[in-house]
């Protein structure tokens, strides 16, 4: 098992564009990517403008997978104009 979080903080006049696109994605990944077990979009309670996708995926390669998905490439830049810092991303294995 792959959990996979990536950190996003939106710019205050970006919320409405970044919610649409993350949605989009979430939904595609969630409908075509094989191997993907959990693929959501949370907000952070003491911040309105981070959110998280939270991910988790069977292996490495269905990780590997999701990232060169038509779905992925193609919407992932659009969320980087609604930002305002790049996004940070952590790939974890479960030790327990």
Do not use: Q
């Not at 564009?17 to 949605?23: D, N, Q, R, S």
């Not at 595609?28 to 959990?38: E, H, I, S």
């Not at 988790?56 to 779905?71: F, G, I, V």
Request: aromatic residues 8%; proline residues 4%.
């Amino acid at each position: 098992m792959v959990k996979v979080t990536a950190v996003n903080y939106v710019k205050a006049d970006g919320l409405e564009g970044f919610l649409a696109v993350a949605k989009e994605l979430v939904e595609k990944t969630n409908a075509l990517d094989k191997g993907c077990v959990k693929y959501e979009l949370c907000r952070d309670v003491n911040n309105p403008l981070c959110f998280v996708m939270l991910e988790e995926w069977e292996n490495p390669a269905s990780l590997d997978a999701h990232m060169k998905a038509e779905h992925f490439v193609g919407l992932v830049p659009k969320l980087g104009d609604f930002t305002s810092s790049p996004t940070v991303i952590t790939v974890l294995e479960k030790v327990f």
